[in-house]
């Protein structure tokens, strides 16, 4: 019930394209949903986060979609560049607490 | 502003061996976090600290792992005696709420164990 199920493990994704990657939860107590970015030998770096009382975010190219009832929320990355390739990771927490992350998404996209 | 800043970035020990990683987070930030990263995994939450104080250490190892922040600033984290599965990047990150939001990492400190 603790877990936070991402997908895919990786993605290819031409420039210019649309990246999307999905996660699921199952704790209904989650109420904070981040995604993190993080390059080789850096530590994550906070993207973009949602609360369940929205179901669209928008900051720039990211995008985060979410579904309560479904318990899912994705983050879309439009106009995808080079420079996005990085490993990403949604999360989750009860009020910030005790945050989940998911196993990650490694980005590759392609010039 | 300055980030969360980790020492030392790497390190190298032989199992059995005790090793310590310190943090200082962001001025003014009062919750603390150790994360343990193994490769290819998402961040796993050890401890989280508010000021000085321990809000969860539900995931801690114990009987291996410690894990203190004085003065509710600077902190330590600590293992002894390693194991081979110790090996991983330990993070250290700070939030300014005392829910956890908002997280900045420092830059980890990469654990080897031989």
């Known amino acids: 019930q603790q877990q936070v199920k991402q997908s895919p493990q990786s993605l290819i994704v031409q420039k210019g394209g649309i990246s999307i990657i999905n996660c699921a939860y199952e704790?209904?107590?989650?109420?904070?949903f981040p995604w993190y970015q993080q390059f080789p030998g850096k530590g994550p770096a906070l993207l973009i986060a949602?609360?369940?009382?929205?179901s669209e975010k928008k900051e720039g190219r990211f995008t985060i979609s979410f579904n309560k009832s479904a318990k899912q929320f994705s983050l879309h990355i439009m106009d995808s560049q080079p420079g996005d390739s990085a490993t990403y990771f949604c999360?989750?927490?009860?009020?910030?607490?005790?945050?989940?992350f998911g196993a990650g998404t490694r980005l590759f996209v392609k010039a | 502003e300055a980030g969360v800043a980790q020492s030392p970035r790497y390190k190298i020990i032989e199992k059995r061996q005790s090793v310590a990683f310190w943090c200082n987070p962001i001025?003014?930030?009062?919750?603390l976090y150790w994360y343990q990263q193994i490769l290819g995994q998402g961040p796993k939450l050890l401890i989280q600290?508010?000021?000085?104080?321990?809000?969860?250490d539900s995931q801690l190892p114990k009987d291996r792992f410690s894990a203190e922040r004085l003065k509710g600033v600077d902190s330590t984290l600590k293992i002894q005696p390693a194991k081979l599965e110790d090996s991983a990047v330990y993070l250290c990150?700070?939030?300014?709420?005392?829910?956890?939001?908002?997280?900045?990492f420092g830059p980890g400190t990469r654990l080897t164990v031989t």
């Open positions: 990150a700070s939030s300014l709420s005392p829910e956890g939001y908002e997280q900045y």
């Open positions: 704790n209904t107590a989650f109420d904070y």
């Open positions: 949602i609360r369940p009382d929205v």
């Open positions: 999360a989750a927490s009860p009020g910030g607490f005790k945050t989940i």
């Open positions: 001025s003014g930030h009062a919750t």
């Open positions: 600290f508010q000021n000085n104080g321990v809000v969860d």
